[in-house]
Protein backbone atom coordinates (compact mmCIF):
# COMPACT_ATOMS: atom_id res chain seq x y z
CA UNK A 1 0.00 0.00 0.00
CA UNK A 2 0.92 3.52 -1.39
CA UNK A 3 1.36 6.04 1.74
CA UNK A 4 -0.10 9.37 2.51
CA UNK A 5 1.71 12.33 3.16
CA UNK A 6 -0.30 15.64 4.56
CA UNK A 7 0.53 18.49 2.84
CA UNK A 8 -0.71 21.19 5.59
CA UNK A 9 0.51 24.33 4.12
CA UNK A 10 -3.27 25.41 3.20
CA UNK A 11 -3.87 25.79 7.02
CA UNK A 12 -1.28 28.15 7.37
CA UNK A 13 -2.89 30.31 4.27
CA UNK A 14 -5.70 30.14 6.63
CA UNK A 15 -3.83 31.88 9.55
CA UNK A 16 -2.09 34.00 7.46
CA UNK A 17 -5.06 35.68 5.65
CA UNK A 18 -6.26 37.19 8.71
CA UNK A 19 -2.59 37.53 10.02
CA UNK A 20 -3.64 35.58 13.46
CA UNK A 21 -2.31 32.70 15.74
CA UNK A 22 -4.66 29.87 14.51
CA UNK A 23 -5.27 27.54 12.44
CA UNK A 24 -1.90 26.02 13.71
CA UNK A 25 -0.38 24.03 10.82
CA UNK A 26 1.46 22.37 13.71
CA UNK A 27 -2.00 21.27 15.20
CA UNK A 28 -3.46 19.74 11.83
CA UNK A 29 0.26 18.04 11.59
CA UNK A 30 -0.24 16.09 14.51
CA UNK A 31 -4.03 15.13 13.94
CA UNK A 32 -2.84 14.39 10.35
CA UNK A 33 -0.77 11.63 12.05
CA UNK A 34 -2.96 10.41 14.96
CA UNK A 35 -5.63 9.45 11.61
CA UNK A 36 -2.65 7.49 10.18
CA UNK A 37 -0.75 10.15 8.03
CA UNK A 38 3.04 8.73 7.23
CA UNK A 39 4.45 12.13 6.46
CA UNK A 40 3.84 15.86 6.98
CA UNK A 41 4.51 18.03 3.99
CA UNK A 42 5.69 21.80 4.06
CA UNK A 43 6.34 24.35 1.42
CA UNK A 44 8.74 26.79 2.89
CA UNK A 45 8.33 30.03 0.57
CA UNK A 46 10.69 32.45 -0.39
CA UNK A 47 7.86 34.97 0.13
CA UNK A 48 6.53 33.17 3.20
CA UNK A 49 2.97 33.23 1.96
CA UNK A 50 1.69 30.60 3.90
CA UNK A 51 4.02 28.19 5.87
CA UNK A 52 6.76 30.60 8.60
CA UNK A 53 9.63 29.32 10.22
CA UNK A 54 8.66 29.05 13.04
CA UNK A 55 6.60 26.34 11.78
CA UNK A 56 9.35 24.40 10.03
CA UNK A 57 11.59 24.34 13.14
CA UNK A 58 8.56 23.35 15.52
CA UNK A 59 7.31 20.75 13.16
CA UNK A 60 10.74 19.22 12.70
CA UNK A 61 10.45 18.59 16.97
CA UNK A 62 7.00 17.36 16.91
CA UNK A 63 6.40 15.07 13.65
CA UNK A 64 6.86 11.28 14.64
CA UNK A 65 6.50 9.79 11.17
CA UNK A 66 8.64 12.12 8.44
CA UNK A 67 9.05 15.63 7.69
CA UNK A 68 9.04 16.41 4.14
CA UNK A 69 10.13 20.01 3.29
CA UNK A 70 9.42 21.31 -0.12
CA UNK A 71 11.91 24.50 -1.40
CA UNK A 72 12.91 26.26 -4.37
CA UNK A 73 16.56 25.26 -5.03
CA UNK A 74 18.13 28.55 -3.43
CA UNK A 75 20.99 28.99 -1.01
CA UNK A 76 18.52 30.65 1.66
CA UNK A 77 16.60 27.55 1.44
CA UNK A 78 19.47 25.16 1.57
CA UNK A 79 20.94 26.61 4.82
CA UNK A 80 17.59 26.38 6.22
CA UNK A 81 17.14 23.03 5.09
CA UNK A 82 21.04 22.06 6.89
CA UNK A 83 19.98 23.60 10.33
CA UNK A 84 16.48 21.57 10.63
CA UNK A 85 17.49 18.82 8.72
CA UNK A 86 14.11 17.19 7.11
CA UNK A 87 13.73 13.63 6.55
CA UNK A 88 13.48 14.66 2.89
CA UNK A 89 13.41 17.63 0.90
CA UNK A 90 11.89 17.82 -2.32
CA UNK A 91 12.73 20.43 -4.88
CA UNK A 92 10.30 22.44 -6.30
CA UNK A 93 10.22 25.68 -8.65
CA UNK A 94 8.87 28.41 -7.33
CA UNK A 95 7.29 31.82 -8.98
CA UNK A 96 5.95 34.39 -6.63
CA UNK A 97 2.93 35.52 -8.84
CA UNK A 98 1.60 31.45 -9.28
CA UNK A 99 -1.12 30.64 -6.77
CA UNK A 100 0.34 27.33 -6.10
CA UNK A 101 3.15 25.64 -8.03
CA UNK A 102 2.14 25.37 -11.37
CA UNK A 103 4.61 22.73 -13.18
CA UNK A 104 7.39 20.20 -12.38
CA UNK A 105 11.67 21.95 -12.45
CA UNK A 106 13.23 22.22 -15.45
CA UNK A 107 16.37 19.62 -15.25
CA UNK A 108 17.10 20.54 -18.44
CA UNK A 109 17.57 23.95 -17.95
CA UNK A 110 18.33 23.97 -14.02
CA UNK A 111 20.71 21.10 -14.27
CA UNK A 112 23.66 22.61 -13.05
CA UNK A 113 22.20 24.51 -10.12
CA UNK A 114 19.79 21.78 -9.14
CA UNK A 115 22.71 19.16 -9.39
CA UNK A 116 24.66 20.98 -7.14
CA UNK A 117 21.82 21.77 -4.21
CA UNK A 118 21.34 17.65 -4.68
CA UNK A 119 25.58 17.60 -3.79
CA UNK A 120 24.76 19.89 -0.90
CA UNK A 121 21.63 18.36 0.97
CA UNK A 122 22.81 14.37 -0.04
CA UNK A 123 26.26 14.72 1.21
CA UNK A 124 24.79 16.01 4.68
CA UNK A 125 22.27 13.17 5.30
CA UNK A 126 19.56 14.51 3.72
CA UNK A 127 17.44 12.34 0.79
CA UNK A 128 16.78 15.07 -1.75
CA UNK A 129 13.29 14.46 -4.19
CA UNK A 130 12.63 16.49 -7.52
CA UNK A 131 9.19 17.53 -8.36
CA UNK A 132 9.30 16.97 -12.13
CA UNK A 133 6.94 16.33 -15.06
CA UNK A 134 6.39 13.06 -16.04
CA UNK A 135 8.69 13.39 -19.03
CA UNK A 136 11.26 10.70 -19.50
CA UNK A 137 14.08 13.37 -20.24
CA UNK A 138 13.36 14.92 -16.97
CA UNK A 139 13.67 11.73 -15.26
CA UNK A 140 16.45 10.32 -16.73
CA UNK A 141 18.41 13.75 -15.60
CA UNK A 142 17.18 13.12 -11.99
CA UNK A 143 18.85 9.71 -11.97
CA UNK A 144 21.97 11.24 -13.63
CA UNK A 145 22.22 13.85 -10.89
CA UNK A 146 21.70 10.84 -8.34
CA UNK A 147 18.23 12.37 -6.36
CA UNK A 148 16.69 10.01 -4.25
CA UNK A 149 13.34 10.06 -5.28
CA UNK A 150 10.77 12.05 -7.95
CA UNK A 151 7.68 13.04 -7.27
CA UNK A 152 6.01 13.11 -10.59
CA UNK A 153 3.55 16.20 -11.01
CA UNK A 154 -0.01 15.20 -11.43
CA UNK A 155 -1.69 18.39 -11.72
CA UNK A 156 -2.28 18.24 -15.70
CA UNK A 157 -4.13 14.86 -15.30
CA UNK A 158 -6.29 16.00 -12.17
CA UNK A 159 -7.06 19.00 -13.45
CA UNK A 160 -7.65 18.13 -17.41
CA UNK A 161 -10.87 19.39 -18.94
CA UNK A 162 -11.53 16.61 -21.32
CA UNK A 163 -11.44 13.31 -21.41
CA UNK A 164 -9.16 12.92 -24.16
CA UNK A 165 -6.46 15.59 -22.12
CA UNK A 166 -7.05 13.92 -19.51
CA UNK A 167 -6.42 10.20 -20.98
CA UNK A 168 -3.58 12.15 -22.82
CA UNK A 169 -1.85 13.19 -19.28
CA UNK A 170 -2.75 10.05 -17.75
CA UNK A 171 -0.71 7.90 -20.17
CA UNK A 172 2.22 10.28 -19.36
CA UNK A 173 1.90 9.86 -15.84
CA UNK A 174 1.84 5.62 -16.14
CA UNK A 175 4.73 5.22 -18.68
CA UNK A 176 6.54 7.81 -16.37
CA UNK A 177 6.24 5.65 -13.25
CA UNK A 178 7.20 2.48 -15.04
CA UNK A 179 10.22 4.66 -15.83
CA UNK A 180 11.53 5.93 -12.46
CA UNK A 181 10.95 2.09 -11.34
CA UNK A 182 13.24 0.73 -14.14
CA UNK A 183 16.09 3.47 -12.59
CA UNK A 184 15.21 2.27 -9.77
CA UNK A 185 14.72 5.23 -7.79
CA UNK A 186 11.74 6.08 -5.51
CA UNK A 187 8.55 7.71 -6.50
CA UNK A 188 5.80 10.03 -5.00
CA UNK A 189 3.29 11.62 -6.60
CA UNK A 190 1.37 14.95 -6.18
CA UNK A 191 -0.55 17.79 -7.22
CA UNK A 192 -4.29 18.10 -7.90
CA UNK A 193 -4.95 14.89 -6.57
CA UNK A 194 -8.32 14.54 -4.41
CA UNK A 195 -10.97 12.45 -3.41
CA UNK A 196 -12.91 11.91 -6.96
CA UNK A 197 -9.77 11.33 -8.65
CA UNK A 198 -7.41 8.73 -6.77
CA UNK A 199 -9.06 5.98 -8.08
CA UNK A 200 -7.60 6.50 -11.00
CA UNK A 201 -4.26 5.28 -9.40
CA UNK A 202 -5.19 2.10 -9.00
CA UNK A 203 -2.73 -0.46 -10.41
CA UNK A 204 0.17 1.62 -9.66
CA UNK A 205 1.59 -0.37 -7.13
CA UNK A 206 5.07 1.35 -8.10
CA UNK A 207 3.90 4.43 -6.55
CA UNK A 208 5.82 4.85 -2.82
CA UNK A 209 3.69 8.25 -1.43
CA UNK A 210 0.86 10.19 -2.81
CA UNK A 211 1.29 13.57 -1.59
CA UNK A 212 -2.12 15.48 -0.77
CA UNK A 213 -2.52 18.82 0.72
CA UNK A 214 -5.59 21.54 -0.64
CA UNK A 215 -8.00 18.60 -0.38
CA UNK A 216 -7.66 17.20 2.55
CA UNK A 217 -7.24 20.57 4.10
CA UNK A 218 -10.75 22.01 1.98
CA UNK A 219 -12.73 18.47 3.33
CA UNK A 220 -11.13 18.96 6.92
CA UNK A 221 -13.08 22.71 7.10
CA UNK A 222 -15.96 20.80 6.55
CA UNK A 223 -15.46 17.41 8.66
CA UNK A 224 -12.14 17.51 10.21
CA UNK A 225 -8.36 17.08 9.71
CA UNK A 226 -8.92 13.21 11.30
CA UNK A 227 -11.98 12.28 8.76
CA UNK A 228 -10.52 14.12 6.08
CA UNK A 229 -6.94 12.07 6.46
CA UNK A 230 -8.79 8.89 7.11
CA UNK A 231 -10.98 9.14 4.30
CA UNK A 232 -8.29 9.69 1.99
CA UNK A 233 -6.27 6.68 3.21
CA UNK A 234 -9.06 4.13 3.00
CA UNK A 235 -9.30 5.25 -0.73
CA UNK A 236 -5.24 4.45 -0.87
CA UNK A 237 -6.17 1.47 0.31
CA UNK A 238 -7.91 0.08 -2.42
CA UNK A 239 -5.91 0.70 -5.34
Known amino acids: ?11 ATLREARKSVYPNPVSAAILAELAGANGIVVHLREDRRHIQ ?6 LRQIVQTKLI ?3 APTSEMVGIALNIRPNLVT ?6 EELTTEGGLDLLFHKNTIGETISSLQNSGIPVSIFIDPDPDQIKIAHMLNASKVELHTGTFCDAKT ?4 DSAFSKIVNAVKLVRKLKMGLNVGHGISYNNI ?4 GLYEI ?10 S ?7 EKAVKEMLALIKVL
Open 163 to 166: DKMR
Open 53 to 58: DKDVEI
Open 219 to 225: KAVLVGI
Open 199 to 202: TAFE
Open 1 to 11: MAGLAVNVDHV
Open 208 to 217: DEFSIGHSIV
Open 69 to 71: LEM
Open 91 to 96: LVPEKR
